[in-house]
């Protein structure tokens, strides 16, 4: 059964980091693309990050750049979002799904429960 499991989000002042994870179940993580998305309220979703599957290749959404970083351990079969100088438009429901078509394309698979984070002084 293919599941995707988030956790990291919290609240952090402006300018803090936190780490996202996503734990994988039912497949490996180099087997396909897996991106981050956000959700503000009021707001349309938006894709944050994805790293791609076969080279591992990263790719960003033009607000983040610089500032998060996507990456994967094989080994714990997790991918992660290190988010740093945070700010409060990044404040959203994260979450991680697999991007069937690859990073970009659209076609998202599964889709983790999300993780709230909250960038506020």
């Known amino acids: 059964q293919v599941q995707l499991v988030e956790s990291g989000g919290g609240s952090v002042q402006p300018g803090g980091s936190l780490r996202l994870a996503c734990a994988a179940s039912g497949f490996t993580v180099d087997s396909v693309a897996i991106g981050w998305l956000r959700q503000a309220p009021g707001k349309e979703r938006e894709g944050v990050a994805c790293i791609s599957g076969m080279d591992g290749s990263s790719h960003y959404a033009d607000p983040v750049k610089g500032r998060f970083i996507i990456s994967r351990d094989n080994a714990k079969n997790t991918v992660y979002l290190q988010m740093n100088d945070l700010k409060s438009e990044d404040t959203a429901v994260y979450y991680c799904?697999?991007?069937?078509?690859?990073?970009?394309?659209?076609?998202?698979?599964?889709w983790g429960q999300g993780t709230q984070v909250t960038v506020s002084s």
């Open positions: 799904v697999t991007e069937v078509a690859g990073c970009g394309a659209g076609g998202f698979g599964s």
